[in-house]
């Protein structure tokens, strides 16, 4: 069985947990560290694992709210470190990661990375980040799509979610409240453009793209607090679902979601 779980999406914090059970073994994959350290073991207990559990950990890009208390929960708990050579470049600088080399291993767009009874297929993504990278996960039957933090949806992206059961997909702002907003107007350009994060819409462009029979499962992520609602995210996923919006699951910034089962 193959499920996950957000522990938190958005720009205050993002990690999220894949577990893939075959039999009495689990394998545990954590995408993301952007939690403070203290909150990240609380939300793998109520998750009903802990710290030691781990497999590995993944980092997508280098950006606070993803790589957060990654130096910190590894050098607690000694777990082994998947992230690109661009992301380690970009946080190397200065030497504070140097004590902990040996636990990084270089992922690399297209390369699979065996854990166990999961295997996660890392795919680059259009983001303002050294060399940003989303996850594809199976446990060699069902599979996840995990893709956030993106500005457009390339041709890569959308080859790399085809068949997948289902998607933590992006829906990050809605066009009209983000320039309605207090932002500057650097940053509403930032967001919104070609190296920022998807809007509803453009999320849900890419959700029609490689919707197919066997995709059960949509989960909202990385919504702005501030330029968004689950609702608007719901409306724009389920017309491009052809489902009801209580069929859309919302990650919520600070609690993430429950289980969902791909």
């Given at each position: 069985m193959l499920r996950f779980k957000s522990l938190g999406s958005g720009s205050?914090?993002?990690a999220t947990l894949v577990e893939a059970q075959s039999g009495a073994h689990t394998t545990r994959l954590l995408i993301d560290c952007g939690l403070r350290l203290r909150d990240l073991e609380a939300r793998l207990i109520e998750a009903g694992t802990c710290a030691e559990d781990l497999d590995a950990i993944f980092i997508t890009h280098e950006h606070g709210?993803?790589?957060g208390?990654?130096?910190?929960?590894i050098k607690r708990y000694s777990t082994?470190?998947?992230m690109s050579q661009g992301t380690w470049l970009a946080v190397s600088d200065g030497g504070a990661w140097t004590p902990y080399q040996h636990l990084l291993n270089v992922a690399r767009d297209s390369s699979a990375i065996e854990l166990g009874d999961l295997q996660a297929m890392p795919f680059t993504v259009p983001h303002d980040a050294r060399e940003p990278l989303q996850l594809r996960c199976t446990d060699g039957h069902r599979h996840l799509g995990v893709i956030t933090d993106l500005g457009h949806v390339s041709s890569h992206v959308v080859a790399s979610?085809?068949?997948c059961h289902a998607l933590l997909l992006e829906?990050?702002?809605d066009p009209d409240l983000l320039q309605a907003s207090g932002y500057p107007v650097f940053l509403k350009q930032r967001v919104s453009g070609p190296w920022g994060h998807l809007a509803n819409h453009a999320a849900a462009d890419l959700l029609a793209?490689?919707?197919h029979d066997q995709l059960s499962c949509v989960l909202a992520a990385h919504l702005s607090e501030r330029n968004n609602t689950p609702e608007l995210a719901r409306t724009s996923l389920c017309e491009a679902m052809g489902c009801s919006p209580l069929d859309i699951d919302v990650a919520d910034p600070l609690t993430g979601s429950d289980w969902l089962v791909v």
């Open positions: 205050s914090g993002n709210d993803h790589i208390c990654a130096r910190s929960f082994p470190l998947w979610l085809q068949g829906a990050n702002h793209r490689v919707k």
